[in-house]
């Protein structure tokens, strides 16, 4: 049974860099694509991006000069890096596996979201 | 960017109704749609992928389909468990984007 486990800072400070790492468990870091997600308090879903396993990362336009995915096969965990925060950055962040499926590609696993506040 | 919309924003229903939720591309993905639902603090759930494919362990009352950019999401008999939000999903663009959520509650 494939577990991912988000962890890091709850409160992070304006302009600050937010950190998260999802620890995987039952599967290898080694494939692909362990993506961010994000979701406002009461809001919708974000993708914020993925790495591939063969070394590239993908990352929302939005974020893109902000945004840093990395992984870690030693530990067989991702990372995320989000620079230069601001209250809007505020949000429950999910690490999730995207499979490859019949006719399309889906998030199959989700760690439980840990919520991040940005506040002084 | 894949713009998803999602129709409607919330819905009231009662056990044993059957629902349909809506959920439209901006252009054509392909069948490269799936349909999630959220339960209050916790993570989405993969339901449905491929437009119509019921991921593992999914009661067969939940169903998907598709017609051009248009993708509908069924739930035949409402149970209790099933008041939650729902999302659609596409994945043909590597800028993946999820609908706005429909938020289903009980009448």
């Known amino acids: 049974q494939v577990q991912l486990q988000e962890s890091g800072p709850g409160l992070v400070k304006p302009s600050e860099t937010l950190s998260l790492t999802c620890t995987v468990s039952?599967?290898?870091?080694?494939?692909?694509?362990w993506t961010w997600i994000r979701q406002p308090p009461g809001k919708g879903l974000e993708w914020i991006g993925y790495y591939y396993y063969s070394g590239s990362a993908n990352y929302n336009p939005s974020l893109k000069s902000r945004v840093t995915i990395s992984i870690d096969t030693s530990k067989n965990q991702f990372s995320l890096k989000l620079t230069s925060v601001t209250a809007a950055d505020t949000a429950v962040y999910y690490c999730?596996?995207?499979?490859?499926?019949?006719?399309?590609?889906?998030?199959?696993?989700w760690g439980q979201g840990t919520l991040v506040t940005v506040s002084s | 960017d894949i713009q998803m919309t999602q129709s409607p924003s919330s819905l009231s229903a009662s056990v044993g109704d059957r629902v349909t939720i809506t959920c439209r591309a901006s252009?054509?993905?392909?069948?490269?749609l799936n349909w999630y639902q959220q339960k209050p603090g916790k993570a989405p759930k993969l339901l449905i992928y491929g437009a119509s494919t019921l991921q593992s362990g999914v009661p067969s009352r939940f169903s998907g389909s598709a017609s051009g950019t248009d993708f509908t999401l069924t739930i035949s008999s409402l149970q209790p468990e099933d008041f939650a939000t729902y999302y659609c999903?596409?994945?043909?663009?590597?800028?993946?984007?999820f609908g706005q959520g429909t938020k289903l509650e009980i009448k």
């Open positions: 999730a596996r995207e499979a490859s499926v019949p006719g399309s590609l889906a998030f199959d696993y």
């Open positions: 252009q054509s993905i392909s069948s490269y």
């Open positions: 999903q596409q994945s043909y663009s590597t800028l993946k984007t």
């Open positions: 039952g599967d290898s870091i080694s494939s692909p694509y």
